[in-house]
């Protein structure tokens, strides 16, 4: 869950792990660690329809997460870090 201070310009203040209510690292706006962050938007056919879901999680849960799934996810290397 993420909160951000109205200034002259929107800026990151806070960054909570959804899962286990973790503050994240944040400096000067910035976030400073490891987190996934997920924007779910459903439509029709699903029983959410026209609802929103977004939340972020901290690199352990999002780890353990993961570690539950059937299938693994698919990982590859990045030569440019945003």
């Known amino acids: ?3 951000y201070k109205e200034e002259k310009e929107r800026r990151l203040e806070e960054v909570v792990c959804n899962k286990c209510g973790r ?3 944040v400096e ?3 976030l400073k ?3 996934f962050t997920a924007d779910a938007f459903f439509g029709y056919f699903s029983k959410k329809d026209g609802v929103r879901h977004q939340f972020d999680l901290c690199e352990d849960c999002y780890d353990a997460l993961i570690g539950e799934f059937s299938l693994p996810v698919c990982e590859t290397e990045e030569e440019e870090l945003c």
């Open 1 to 3: 869950m993420r909160k």
């Open 28 to 30: 000067n706006g910035i």
């Open 23 to 25: 503050l994240l690292k």
């Open 33 to 35: 660690e490891g987190c």
